[in-house]
């Protein structure tokens, strides 16, 4: 994914994230492992999305503030 594309680089420790508060991912589950991840190296809380195609988009969405 490219959430695990973005950790796996190495220069990532080089750039200033702390300006990012809130990410969202859709189409297919993100592994709890990457999601603890991401949210540990950044400081953003991770939201998950999906919904059908033909659907509204993300008809259906993980509240921010939900702990896991």
Known sequence: SLYQALLNHPDLKSYDLSSLLVSVSGAA????ATLKEYESTTGANLAEGYGLPSSVRDSRGEAVSILR
């Open 29 to 32: 589950p993100m592994p709890v």
